[in-house]
């Protein structure tokens, strides 16, 4: 361990305070490019469409043939940053696929944190890579991104409202920021037990123990979060993730407040909290008649079918409300047949909604079926 002088003991915590934030503004940066990208693609998309359909109808009255013309570059522009992005797929083993844009993302979040916790970690007397610069920082920038990961985890996230990427297609971002912030945390852990002579003598002090117990807790929760065991014991998967997540956030908040840091960690509770809440309001509107706001006895019965050993088809009517679009999923809550009264399970859409492309929408359009 380096003996800090009172000018690098200052240099360390205003550059452990600046780069965790520096770091947020980077991310949010790259948020709103991609929102741009997202919202403008599908602008786009969406009026092209229209001119498109009346430029066909034009030219078919008139006999005309499709010629080049300057405006379909920002298309073809356009189609091929979706087919780049996208479809291009990197095979990891023999059931793992990344495509481009995932793999793009992941490796350029990895090296982003890893920078911010290693630059600038030269002491004043020259001494390079100085474990007190980058040990405690390594908890700090991991600490930073808690927020953001449990946002990612919530099915009502601000980074799908301003991306315009659905949630479980932000999923695997989830699950891979938490891991890479999983390794900022042992890099901190086991340089502080290696290198601190007072981690031993405080070992008996609340805080440095809570964040022990943190860093156990989200050592087993990665475990279980990888997908082998997640496709083969879902449920062991799913409480696990609940108690583990619960014990990190408490231990982690805990800990950090010993170094004025835990204003990264309660965000989390607010964001988990405001996800249930919407939750719970989105349930009660899309299903007012069952919990008995509105007349109709009955609305809400499925049929199901067995079609093989992992498909399941399920009938029921669609409530005049709810539309949707193809290879949608839909998170539906069975309280008669789940082990939780409000646990809900995705399902593929395989039906087409007619409604969408009526004028008019027929009297029985709310008794149509939806598979």
Known sequence: MSSLSDADLSSLIDRNIKYPEQLWYALAVFLFIVGCFQWGSSLHSKFARRRQHE??????????????????????LINFYRVVAFRWTLEIGQTYTLNIAEVFVTLGYIALLYIYTFIDTTSLDGQKFDIDYWSSRAARVAASQIPLVTA??????????????????????????????????????????????????????????????????????????????????????FYTHIISVLIFLVGAYYHTSEYTASFWIWPSFV??????????????????????????SGTMDGTTELLSENLVRLRLSRPPHFHWSPGQTAYLIMPSVSTLPFEAHPFTIASFDSSLIQTTVPEDQSNSDMS
């Open 152 to 237: 990612l985890g919530t099915k009502n996230n601000i980074v799908s409202l301003v991306t315009g990427i659905s949630y479980d297609k932000l999923n695997y971002i989830h699950r891979m920021m938490a891991r890479t912030c999983f390794t900022l945390l042992c890099v901190h852990g086991a340089s502080e037990a290696s290198s601190y002579p007072y981690f031993t003598s405080n070992s008996n002090e609340a805080w440095l123990r809570l964040g022990m117990a943190a860093l156990a807790a989200l050592s087993i929760l990665i475990i279980v979060s990888l997908r082998p065991i997640r496709q083969e014991a879902y449920e062991v998967f």
């Open 55 to 76: 430029s066909d109808e034009e030219m078919a009255s008139n006999h005309v043939h499709h010629k080049f013309t300057l405006r379909r570059i920002p298309l073809a």
């Open 271 to 296: 964001i988990w909290g405001l996800d249930r809440f919407i939750r719970m309001v989105r349930l009660v509107v899309f299903n007012h008649s069952y919990f008995g706001f509105k007349s109709g």
